[in-house]
């Protein structure tokens, strides 16, 4: 299987999302002082990150 710029920026993307996931519930659940707000804050980034990941799929 050739893996193209748009097949790695769709795995990249998905990584990406399920490492915000996980910082989002370490900072929800784990973690209830101001690290979780870092922890939370850390996870909106990988999202914003992958969107443009997303966004960025057919015109690279």
Not at 15 to 30: C, D, R, S, T
Not at 32 to 53: C, K, L, R
């Amino acid at each position: 299987m050739g893996m193209n710029k748009n097949t790695v920026l769709a795995y990249a993307t998905i990584i990406m999302i399920a490492v915000g996931l996980g910082m989002i519930a370490l900072g929800a659940f784990k973690y209830d002082e101001v690290a979780g707000y870092g922890f939370g804050a850390v996870g909106i980034g990988f999202f914003a990150i992958a969107w443009v990941f997303n966004a960025l799929k057919g015109r690279v």
